[in-house]
């Protein structure tokens, strides 16, 4: 039996296969004498070559056009003259070629910064030239997904919401994280592609040789490093079988209480294959997030109409752009924030980019008319009615008649009753909620217990937004990564939530749990979990 | 010689219409520059000298070559750089 490591199960099912580690950005080491300026060029110019090429190949593999464009233009950057002519100079004037490269890239980062906007974006484009170079130079290994020609599990410190989204699950068997928590991205979309995952599973998995099987368990949370005696290897992906029956079925208690049980998806891509009775979050970020540049109302009603398409006769829950903090948008990033999670993102970018809000509600409204879904449009981030209220006109100024606010700001879930008098519905994104309640980054592994979604607090939040739908028959839903728990479920309908809106490949589940309790047993677990003083009370309450 | 251009591309010349400005500089045998009035001038063949010069669609450009080859040279970039490239190709 091999040492056993202890984080927290983020994705369930269990997989044993060889641990690969994506390689954190080299650090630069100390600085030292040039003694041929000669060899300090060639270091570079091979670096340059290498790095081009490699980023060209990724570039002709990428299975769609945004991804290719945008490797090529980085393989460009990667060998620009002006670059490689202040490089030069800067070894001349007696630095080494990782300090030399390190210092040019340094002040171009810094002037377009200064520039802003756009440019500003694009900042972190020169970050990733600079870090490829300098690893190439230094002789270690680029910081990009490993590629051991077999399947793998992934083991790194975090994994960014870019690279996570192109994991592979025919590649990809599973992913460990030292740091992260079970609302991180890496989690979420983990979760998307039924890969098993375990997050903060702390320093020691980083440790772990490359090549080293390991057993990664996501639902217990435990990862086994070494020779694992109780479980042949496999090198296919776990396939997760749903308990519930297929087909799309409306949610509901066993005694016939509608809980409408809806997808959470970024394009229409992940309905292939779904069941489901509507879309709750449709997150439209997603699609664009490699866009440099506003995405044109054509483009955006062709996205949007692919998904209403998908869902017609039924709900789409369209969420405008929810850019900022840890999902950057490059084309609606206008500066740097020392506190982008408390900073413009979300419906706040509408205070200084307006139009592209109205020009995505109006390509919203477009593919709305062009189709038979039950489309309607919720915005991120809204902490006060004033807001809500202005969004609501503008929503329906655009044509879309059903309006609603997210809410994961505490300010607007405590006057819930309130929004509720402009909009007509609530999403609670428990995630955010969780993470601004409890002052605590999502991204947090040593938090971790402080974003439980079990926290007594946060389930009073959550019910004073059930009961102010209630009390005016408005529907007030829950799209956080917690309503795919089963037992999570349960407590929600329980608090009088209307629907729940999860990863798709949950929905069967969440069904079946459903359909085993009556609506008075699942306000018995709600009050129960409420009552409790901590997660595991409430846990082991509700049973 | 020197040739003066409004820059057609309607977001302005970001990362993607100046890799393709850059890419077009590189292989046409005579260093063309670019400026903005009143600024220094810029390679053409460099992307990331082209994105700081932070030129939005209208702002007048300033191209300039010299010798055998400079006519034609001028004659392609000033083609490109009048043209919509957003409005061509994939987006980015």
Same mark, same amino acid.
């Given at each position: 039996?091999?040492?056993?490591?202890?984080?927290?199960?983020?994705?369930?099912?269990?997989?044993?296969?060889?641990?690969?580690?994506?390689?954190?950005? $080299?650090? %630069? +080491?100390? #600085? *030292?004498?040039?003694?041929?300026?000669? !060899?300090?060029?060639?270091?570079? =110019? &091979? @670096?340059?070559?290498?790095?081009?090429?490699?980023?060209?190949?990724?570039?002709?593999?990428?299975?769609?056009?945004?991804?290719?464009?945008?490797?090529?233009?980085?393989?460009?950057?990667?060998?620009?003259r002006?670059?490689?002519?202040?490089?030069?100079?800067?070894?001349?004037?007696?630095?080494?070629?990782?300090?030399?490269?390190?210092?040019?890239?340094?002040?171009?980062?810094?002037?377009?910064?200064?520039?802003?906007?756009?440019?500003?974006?694009?900042?972190?484009?020169?970050?990733?030239?600079?870090?490829?170079?300098?690893?190439?130079?230094?002789?270690?290994?680029? $910081?990009? %997904? +490993?590629? #051991? *020609?077999?399947?793998?599990?992934?083991? !790194?410190?975090?994994?960014?919401? =870019? &690279? @996570?989204?192109?994991?592979?699950?025919?590649?990809?068997?599973?992913?460990?994280?030292?740091?992260?928590?079970?609302?991180?991205?890496?989690?979420?979309?983990?979760?998307?592609?039924?890969?098993?995952?375990?997050?903060?599973?702390?320093?020691?998995?980083?440790?772990?040789?490359?090549?080293?099987?390991?057993?990664?368990?996501?639902?217990?949370?435990?990862?086994?490093?070494?020779?694992?005696?109780?479980?042949?290897?496999?090198?296919?992906?776990?396939?997760?079988?749903?308990?519930?029956?297929?087909?799309?079925?409306?949610?509901?208690?066993?005694?016939?209480?509608?809980?409408?049980? %809806?997808?959470?998806? *970024?394009?229409?891509?992940?309905?292939?294959?779904?069941?489901?009775?509507?879309?709750?979050?449709?997150?439209?970020?997603?699609?664009?997030?490699?866009?440099?540049?506003?995405?044109?109302?054509?483009?955006?009603?062709?996205?949007?109409?692919?998904?209403?398409?998908?869902?017609?006769?039924?709900?789409?829950?369209?969420?405008?752009?929810?850019?900022?903090?840890?999902?950057?948008?490059?084309?609606?990033?206008?500066?740097?924030?020392?506190?982008?999670?408390?900073?413009?993102?979300?419906?706040?970018?509408?205070?200084?980019?307006?139009?592209?809000?109205?020009?995505?509600?109006?390509?919203?409204?477009?593919?709305?008319?062009?189709?038979?879904?039950?489309?309607?449009?919720?915005?991120?981030?809204?902490?006060?009615?004033?807001?809500?209220?202005?969004?609501?006109?503008?929503?329906?100024?655009?044509?879309?008649?059903?309006?609603?606010?997210?809410?994961?700001?505490?300010?607007?879930?405590?006057?819930?009753?309130?929004?509720?008098?402009?909009?007509?519905?609530?999403?609670?994104?428990?995630?955010?909620?969780?993470?601004?309640?409890?002052?605590?980054?999502?991204?947090?592994?040593?938090?971790?217990?402080?974003?439980?979604?079990?926290?007594?607090?946060?389930?009073?939040?959550?019910?004073?937004?059930?009961?102010?739908?209630?009390?005016?028959?408005?529907?007030?839903?829950?799209?956080?990564?917690?309503?795919?728990?089963?037992?999570?479920?349960?407590?929600?309908?329980?608090?009088?939530?209307?629907?729940?809106?999860?990863?798709?490949?949950?929905?069967?589940?969440?069904?079946?749990?459903?359909?085993?309790?009556?609506?008075?047993?699942?306000?018995?677990?709600?009050?129960?979990?409420?009552?409790?003083?901590?997660?595991?009370?409430?846990?082991?309450?509700?049973? | 010689m020197m040739r003066t251009v409004a820059l057609g591309?309607?977001?302005?010349?970001?990362?993607?219409a100046a890799a393709t400005i850059a890419r077009a500089a590189a292989v046409l045998g005579v260093p063309v520059t670019v400026r903005?009035?009143?600024?220094?001038p810029v390679p053409a063949d460099s992307?990331?000298?082209l994105?700081?010069?932070?030129?939005?669609?209208?702002?007048e450009l300033v191209l300039e070559a010299f010798g055998e080859g400079a006519p034609s040279a001028l004659d392609r970039l000033a083609d490109l750089l009048e043209r919509?490239l957003?409005?061509e190709?994939?987006?980015?």
């Amino acid at each position: 039996m091999g040492e056993q490591l202890r984080g927290i199960g983020a994705s369930g099912g269990s997989v044993t296969g060889p641990a690969y580690r994506l390689a954190d950005p $080299p650090r %630069l +080491p100390p #600085p *030292g004498p040039v003694t041929d300026a000669a !060899a300090e060029r060639a270091r570079v =110019a &091979d @670096a340059v070559a290498a790095v081009r090429a490699d980023i060209e190949s990724r570039a002709v593999r990428a299975g769609d056009p945004t991804t290719a464009e945008i490797l090529r233009v980085q393989a460009a950057l990667v060998a620009d003259r002006t670059l490689l002519d202040e490089i030069a100079v800067a070894i001349g004037e007696g630095h080494q070629a990782p300090h030399a490269i390190s210092a040019v890239l340094a002040s171009h980062r810094s002037a377009l910064i200064d520039a802003g906007g756009l440019l500003a974006a694009r900042a972190a484009d020169l970050d990733d030239v600079r870090d490829r170079l300098i690893a190439h130079c230094l002789g270690v290994p680029m $910081p990009t %997904l +490993p590629q #051991p *020609g077999h399947p793998f599990v992934l083991v !790194a410190v975090d994994v960014s919401p =870019a &690279d @996570a989204a192109l994991l592979d699950p025919t590649r990809v068997l599973a992913v460990v994280t030292s740091a992260g928590s079970f609302v991180s991205h890496t989690a979420i979309l983990a979760r998307a592609r039924g890969l098993p995952t375990v997050v903060a599973c702390g320093g020691a998995v980083l440790e772990v040789a490359d090549g080293t099987t390991v057993t990664v368990d996501g639902t217990t949370g435990r990862v086994t490093v070494g020779e694992a005696a109780a479980e042949p290897p496999s090198a296919v992906p776990p396939v997760v079988a749903a308990k519930g029956a297929p087909g799309c079925d409306p949610g509901r208690t066993r005694d016939g209480q509608p809980i409408a049980l %809806l997808a959470n998806i *970024g394009s229409a891509d992940e309905l292939t294959g779904v069941a489901a009775e509507g879309v709750g979050l449709f997150r439209t970020e997603m699609l664009f997030q490699h866009h440099t540049v506003a995405p044109s109302p054509e483009e955006q009603i062709a996205a949007y109409s692919a998904v209403f398409r998908e869902m017609s006769g039924r709900p789409v829950i369209v969420r405008t752009f929810d850019a900022g903090s840890d999902k950057p948008l490059p084309f609606l990033r206008d500066n740097q924030e020392p506190n982008p999670a408390l900073g413009i993102r979300g419906l706040r970018v509408a205070r200084r980019r307006s139009d592209i809000l109205s020009t995505q509600l109006a390509a919203i409204a477009v593919a709305a008319r062009e189709s038979e879904a039950k489309v309607s449009v919720m915005a991120p981030m809204v902490t006060t009615v004033a807001e809500a209220a202005s969004f609501a006109a503008l929503c329906r100024d655009a044509g879309l008649a059903t309006v609603g606010a997210m809410v994961e700001v505490p300010a607007a879930a405590v006057r819930a009753a309130e929004l509720l008098q402009v909009v007509d519905f609530l999403s609670v994104g428990t995630n955010d909620l969780s993470q601004y309640a409890f002052a605590a980054d999502r991204r947090s592994g040593e938090l971790a217990d402080l974003l439980d979604p079990w926290q007594p607090a946060l389930l009073s939040l959550v019910a004073l937004c059930a009961a102010a739908g209630a009390a005016v028959g408005r529907p007030v839903g829950v799209c956080g990564e917690a309503a795919a728990d089963p037992a999570f479920a349960v407590v929600l309908a329980g608090l009088g939530v209307t629907s729940l809106s999860m990863a798709p490949r949950a929905i069967a589940d969440i069904r079946a749990a459903l359909a085993e309790r009556s609506m008075d047993e699942c306000r018995r677990a709600a009050q129960a979990a409420l009552a409790a003083g901590d997660p595991a009370a409430a846990r082991a309450a509700v049973g | 010689m020197m040739r003066t251009v409004a820059l057609g591309t309607s977001t302005g010349l970001h990362m993607r219409a100046a890799a393709t400005i850059a890419r077009a500089a590189a292989v046409l045998g005579v260093p063309v520059t670019v400026r903005v009035p009143g600024r220094p001038p810029v390679p053409a063949d460099s992307l990331l000298a082209l994105l700081t010069l932070g030129a939005g669609r209208g702002t007048e450009l300033v191209l300039e070559a010299f010798g055998e080859g400079a006519p034609s040279a001028l004659d392609r970039l000033a083609d490109l750089l009048e043209r919509d490239l957003d409005a061509e190709g994939a987006h980015g």
